[in-house]
């Protein structure tokens, strides 16, 4: 059969949204353990931030809640569970091009969630096969995907929400400029996807002497404009 | 043969495991909400024994032939209407006959590319065609993962049992997708989107085929041809679309106006023979329930045979003695309305009281055209495992017949059986579930 190698403005949005959903899956996970950790023997105080930046819509009141809430809950966008959820909303999309084995860990990833949110388990050791399934798909897919703009879609996808979250997060400089470097390997390879004034903007602003997250307006435009980089 | 039926009892958990990780679901509607579940699967399989199968693959040949010339000759010369075998009325008033279509020569005078037909066994071992399906007949991909994870999970079944192979299903498909495609272009499935109850299928058979799996929008006619659209505004010209839409979707500039599924101008570039359409469009004039009764007809008409394969004992309303003998013995029959599907718009006369009976009685009496009825089939049931025990339940068999230069019968099918004892309905969307279906080889 003569194979397709263009890739359709809808297969397009999922192959980078895909991309995005599924390292916030991971990413969330790693803060969310950091975040236990302090949990374990300090204040309130002491992981109040970090809880600020994972519950972005602010509805969590209690250790409990939130703890809960932040794996499981649905509703809430900045959840393990939504964005599991919106990754695999995407990947169903792109079965003919990650095949099936590749969008079985997502599959695996959203029914173990489910499991342990029905039995409400509360230790985040338990979402560790996550973490391994996440892994495995990003192995997978690019074992399996043929086509290589659809790859590298998926992977600026992937390293534009690792630059996202590490922005959010206030990470230093030299891990914001590893993560800014390593997206921008990419970008070449995206004619035409990718803004270049934005990216012209970026590269002014991701420079040491400019480079500081504690001031608000700053952080918020880095934030935007990573968000306005990629035309799907 | 040695089925080994503890070791696939055994393994039922496992598979179902395997099916989720899959995706094996589909999707139904209730009351406007879109849910999906998983597809329940009984492992243990439907037999058909190689004498069985070459009964059926030589009848399941000679009805799907014979309906492809049904279907040409409708659209063409209607030599069967005009030499009295089928009146006009019921080729006119059926919702599948479409006047747009008349005239159109597809590829290979093929119509019913994929077609579906429902069998039930008797209890005295004879088959029984219950239904044509040659609009969009779904549901090969089920037996077709399932033998896949069976197989995976239980080696040693099939080392010991010598199972014709279903998984070249996809191979039929895509064979049959590239004789029909003729160089043109690019082949692609059309879906409606992810919320179609088929939509696992319409993926899992892309990626299986090759083909491209497009969603509305992604699909534009210009000069009369069709193309892919991709994101740098490329085009790639499209010859064959195994559309998933329905006929009144496809071509907002003809059917339905309102239809975002389709694709707007296709029906013209499906004329100039630019494009083929599995299946063709305007194939529901020919599995429309009322047509059914004239099938075996059909057959001694257009081939000068007999038919192999026979329908279950069908009442046309329509005509004066069916008429009489409907009305008379209706608590004995099932009434099919012709215009439902998916299991809806069946009824039983045994399991209505008298005001209910009376009440049908009169819709047959104002509409007749628009009833067939039929006599109960005591068809065989079949073992199936529910909560761990061994029962017995009413299951079909749906036959996938692929036509492209040649008519192949795909040698297996999907079973599907009822899960409540006391039904007949084995629809899916009704809560029915499925099982493999083994051919076996001589």
């Known amino acids: 059969m003569v194979k397709n190698t263009v890739i359709s403005a809808t297969k397009a949005n999922s192959f980078f949204w895909l991309g995005r959903y599924e390292e916030r899956v991971y990413i969330t996970l790693h803060l969310l353990r950091k975040c236990y950790d302090k949990m374990i023997d300090g204040e309130l105080e002491d992981y109040w931030p970090i809880w600020q930046k994972l519950d972005t819509a602010g509805i969590y009141q209690t250790n409990e809640e939130f703890t809960l809430g932040i794996m499981y809950d649905d509703m809430n966008p900045s959840t393990v569970m939504a964005a599991q959820t919106k990754a695999m909303d995407n990947a169903i999309l792109l079965r003919e091009d990650i095949l099936s084995e590749t969008l079985s860990y997502l599959e695996m990833s959203l029914a173990l969630l489910k499991e342990c949110r029905n039995k409400q388990e509360k230790n985040v050791t338990c979402l560790q096969p996550v973490i391994d399934w996440s892994l495995a798909f990003w192995g997978s897919a690019e074992q399996r995907l043929r086509n290589h703009k659809a790859l590298y879609l998926m992977l600026t996808g992937r390293n534009i929400e690792n630059l996202d979250m590490l922005l959010r997060f206030d990470y230093d400089f030299e891990r914001i400029a590893l993560a800014y470097d390593s997206a921008k390997r990419y970008f070449k390879q995206l004619p035409g996807l990718i803004d270049e004034t934005v990216e012209g903007e970026l590269n002014n602003l991701i420079i040491r002497e400019h480079f500081n997250l504690s001031d608000a307006d700053y952080k918020r435009k880095l934030l935007h404009l990573i968000n306005q980089l990629v035309k799907v | 043969m040695n089925i080994r039926i503890n070791e696939l009892i055994d393994s039922r958990d496992t598979v179902n495991k395997w099916m989720e990780r899959f995706g094996v679901r589909f999707g139904v509607y209730k009351h406007g909400i879109f849910n999906e579940q998983l597809f329940p699967f009984d492992s243990i399989p439907r037999i058909i024994s190689h004498s069985d199968w070459a009964y059926l693959e030589e009848g399941l040949k000679q009805r799907v032939m014979v309906l492809n010339k049904f279907l040409w000759d409708v659209y063409h010369d209607k030599r069967i209407i005009k030499d009295g075998v089928i009146p006009e009325e019921f080729v006119y008033a059926s919702k599948g006959y479409m006047p747009e279509c008349e005239g159109i020569s597809p590829i290979d005078e093929v119509y019913a590319h994929i077609a579906g037909i429902d069998l039930v066994e008797g209890k005295d071992g004879q088959w029984y065609v219950l ?130 599924l389709g694709i707007p101008n296709v029906m013209q570039a499906y004329k100039a023979g630019n494009v083929a359409l599995i299946n063709a469009i305007g194939n529901g004039v020919a599995d429309d329930k009322g047509i059914y009764y004239f099938v075996p007809k059909m057959v001694e008409y257009y081939l000068g045979e007999k038919p192999i394969l026979q329908n279950a004992p069908t009442y046309l309303p329509y005509f004066k003695d069916d008429y009489d003998y409907v009305l008379e013995n209706i608590q004995k029959l099932v009434i099919k309305d012709v215009s439902e599907a998916g299991g809806y718009g069946v009824v039983f006369g045994r399991d209505l009281d008298d005001k209910k009976l009376k009440e049908l009685k009169d819709l047959i009496i104002n509409e007749p055209r628009r009833w067939i009825a039929q006599e109960v089939i005591d068809f065989k049931d079949l073992e199936i495992l529910e909560d761990d025990k061994l029962v017995e339940r009413k299951a079909d068999l749906r036959a996938f017949v692929i036509s492209g230069k040649e008519t192949k019968v795909w040698p297996s099918g999907l079973t599907r059986f009822s899960r409540n004892p006391n039904s007949f309905v084995v629809n899916s969307s009704q809560g029915g579930g499925f099982k493999d279906t083994w051919v076996m080889e001589g």
């Open chain 2, 131 to 260: 239904e044509d399906n040659l609009r969009i007949p779904s549901g090969a991909s089920y037996p077709m993962i399932a033998r896949e994870i069976t197989r995976k999970v239980s080696p040693q079944t099939f080392t010991q049992n010598a199972v014709a192979e279903n998984r070249d299903y996809s191979k039929l498909l895509s064979t049959m997708m590239e004789e029909m495609n003729d160089d043109r272009g690019i082949s692609v499935i059309l879906t409606p989107g992810r919320y179609n109850s088929a939509y696992f299928e319409h993926s899992y058979f892309a990626e299986k085929t090759g083909a491209t799996l497009a969603y509305p929008g992604d699909l534009f006619v210009e000069d009369n041809k069709v193309y892919y659209a991709g994101i740098y505004k490329e085009k790639t010209r499209v010859g064959c679309i195994y559309r998933r839409v329905s006929d009144e979707y496809m071509d907002p500039m003809i059917f339905e106006a309102s239809s975002l």
